[in-house]
């Protein structure tokens, strides 16, 4: 896949820290409970950390007591790419920034108290919050 935002894994890895670089381009996930976005309240624009694309907007964000930041829907339906998920033993949707390909989280689709029946489960790491 070629992104808007490519660059090489020395690039990203002077660029992000080691947490960031770990979740964002390694696919991994920090630990829940502990994401500074978790219990973000204010109205604003969540962004990729890795390349500042919007990606949701805070009218979509909802308590899923999942233990991370959670959406029912991105800004635009090309704001994230899904892509199937088989690693774990286990079948799931990761979710991806469209522009630069770095890994944000999952999507499931059990949140029948949403719009979309759908919580994007998302790295706060992954992640910037932009208020306004």
């Known amino acids: ?5 490519s660059k090489s894994d020395q690039e990203w890895r002077e660029q992000l820290s080691r947490q960031e ?23 604003g624009v969540y962004r990729c950390r890795a390349c500042d694309a919007e990606l949701f ?14 959406f029912y829907s991105p800004l635009a ?7 199937e998920d ?7 949707t990761e ?3 469209a522009t630069c ?9 059990d949140a029948p108290q ?8 998302m790295n706060s790491v992954s992640l910037t919050f932009e208020e306004g």
């Open 86 to 92: 088989r690693s774990l033993g286990m079948v799931r």
């Open 114 to 121: 949403t719009p979309t029946g759908d919580r994007y489960c």
């Open 1 to 5: 896949m070629t992104y808007k935002i």
């Open 77 to 83: 339906g090309d704001a994230v790419e899904l892509i």
């Open 21 to 43: 670089y770990a979740v964002l381009r390694q696919a991994g996930t920090e630990r829940a409970w502990t994401g500074e976005l978790l219990d973000e309240k204010r109205t």
């Open 95 to 97: 979710v991806r920034c």
């Open 57 to 70: 907007r805070s009218d979509t964000k909802f308590d899923s007591h999942c233990g991370w930041p959670s």
């Open 101 to 109: 390909g770095s890994h944000l989280g999952h999507v499931f689709d």
